[in-house]
């Protein structure tokens, strides 16, 4: 493995495929299964480090395709590099751009060398190559970073969806051969869609390079739950049992605990703070609009078993007057609740599998048949 970077496997439940452990990187350790706050900008929205810390959060992901445009790798790199421009001291993540530049359809042409696009910032020509990618990635600095990838629609053909899962593959022996820092993990991507022997084959070839990790991409992309649940059980036990193993753009209840129960150990979702941007809360698996009349009157915690400076300090009654007040310090207290919400969801799911207690405990969240949380999007 990648010096600086190491899997141990601690704990793993009999009845089912999830397992407890702990990541290795240069920046710390992560104790998976874990929810990784996404910081797309090199910040989580409305929140500081320190209030991050807080949630308990210990990895933390930015992207290279908004950095690339704003404000560029040079001045991240200029400013010590990543987790120095943030104030981050822990453990971080970059996805590769892929996703980003899939959202982008109606703006870029995609070849064999790679993506042509326009910025949506300035209308600026815009090339990503498997290179480029690693290359500004390289330069950023995070502890892990994440092969270029293409990641076909949902819906796609066969065929459509065949190319793109080959292309990823030919991408990733030329993000490989570019990658330039002993000190970052280079994790592969498998794709292809809905099509399980094509997961199934695309797993055992990402497997062939020994990679330091490997996620899952290509769900949550309009896809109905349940076959994103079909994708993470079929493909998660495919992968290195010596490895992590990270679900790409998932963070619910019953999608985490599902995927752990598969195998799954690291997530990452922007959910927690765009709902909040929204005046909604994320308590134990249900999701609250606080402009709802309810609330208005209501002096009680969020959560009266949460431990998050939130719901120490401030009723439901005074978060609903920020939100209606339109006050961005609603969008402040509500990130920090959902953050610690899914943290302490992923903590106490791995103390469980220490335990030997998830099948008991979490398992009416494995029936995808109950409707107990909301889809990514």
Known sequence: MTANFSFECIAQCNQTKARAGVFY??????????????????????????????TGAQMVLSNTYHLHLQPGEAIVAGGGGLHKFMGWDGPMLT???????????EMRTITEEGVTFRSPHDGQIIKLTPEISIEIQNTLGADVIMAFDECPPYPATRTEVEAATARTYRWLERCIA????????????VQG???LDMRAQAASNLA????PGYAIGGVSV??????????????????????????????????????????????????PTRWARHGTAMVQGERWNLKNSRFREDYTPLDETCNCYTCQNFSRAYLSHLVR??????????????????????????????????????GHWLNPNNQLSVSCD
Do not use: W
């Open 25 to 54: 990187t240069p920046h710390g350790l992560v104790e998976t299964p874990r929810f990784m706050p996404v910081g797309t900008l090199a910040n989580v929205k409305t929140m500081t480090p320190a209030q991050l810390k807080e």
């Open 325 to 362: 007040s339109q006050e961005i310090l609603a969008y402040t207290l509500l990130s920090i609740h959902n953050i610690t919400e899914l943290i302490r969801f992923t903590q106490k799911i791995r103390q469980s599998i220490i335990n030997g207690t998830f099948a008991t405990e979490f």
């Open 178 to 189: 570019a990658h330039q820092r002993q000190d970052q993990a280079l994790f592969g991507i």
């Open 193 to 195: 869609g809905v099509y």
């Open 222 to 271: 309009g896809e109905p739950p349940e076959l994103i649940h079909q994708i993470v059980e079929a493909t998660a036990p495919l992968l290195p049992h010596h490895k992590p193993r990270y679900l790409m753009g998932v963070g619910t209840y019953q999608e985490m605990a599902i995927a752990i129960a598969s195998g799954i150990d690291l997530f990452d979702c922007v959910i």
């Open 208 to 211: 062939s390079f020994d990679l």
């Open 95 to 105: 996805d590769s751009g892929g996703f980003q530049v899939f959202s982008l359809s």
